[in-house]
């Protein structure tokens, strides 16, 4: 069998290691590029009259915060910073992006859907890097 032209990569797995699920992932959407989803796919989203490391200017049920653990975990490809916070609110932890708080659209009734971006002018998809998509 030849294999000339063909790049091979190897990847290692130490079998005591465990698969961790990632709660941030980087999705190839045909017409936004590259953005943010959670780790079922669910679209995220910046309301942009947050500012970063403030609470949220926005509370209400079309837009739910997304809660995630203490310690979110990035999929390979997220450039993001990704904490948690509780914005003094009940539940959470909440999930936030390079400091900013990060929602989903209740207009998405599935996964990799993006129907809330650009709402209003207010509301945008991530980019991987953290950046509003606008």
Known sequence: VSMEGVQRQFLRVRADAPYVAPDVEVLAHPTLGNILTDGAGRVLYFFTPDSPGGNPAFSGSSWPYVTVPPAPKADAGVSAVLASSTFGKPGGPYLTVNARPVYYYVGDSEAGQANGHAVGSVW???????????
């Open 124 to 134: 945008w998809t991530i980019k991987a890097d953290g950046v509003i998509n606008q």
